[in-house]
């Protein structure tokens, strides 16, 4: 029986973008990364880390579990606030 491993996910400096495999990680292109609402950041997800953190190409700015990046994906800096009507 094999267990999956969990996926780590990173918060990444938009100056990085340029930088970033998409080969190793679990978006497609930078058309499908989710970003902050100033743009600044954006985040990536992987099963096994990718060389670009490995050999120090992209440093994060933070590494998250799911729960702690869910969280964060809730947070004002990530989600436009829900307005009721």
Do not use: C
Not at 7 to 34: S, V, W
Not at 38 to 65: A, C, R, Y
């Amino acid at each position: 029986m094999s267990t999956k491993q969990a996926e780590t996910y990173a918060i990444i400096n938009i100056a990085d973008l340029a930088n970033i495999d998409f080969l190793q990680i679990g978006e497609t292109d930078q058309n499908t990364i989710r970003k902050s609402l100033d743009d600044s950041q954006f985040v990536i997800k992987w099963n096994t880390e990718p060389s670009f953190i490995t050999d120090g190409t992209v440093s994060p700015l933070q590494t998250l579990t799911h729960e702690q990046a869910l969280t964060l994906m809730a947070s004002a800096e990530w989600s436009e606030p829900i307005t009721e009507e």
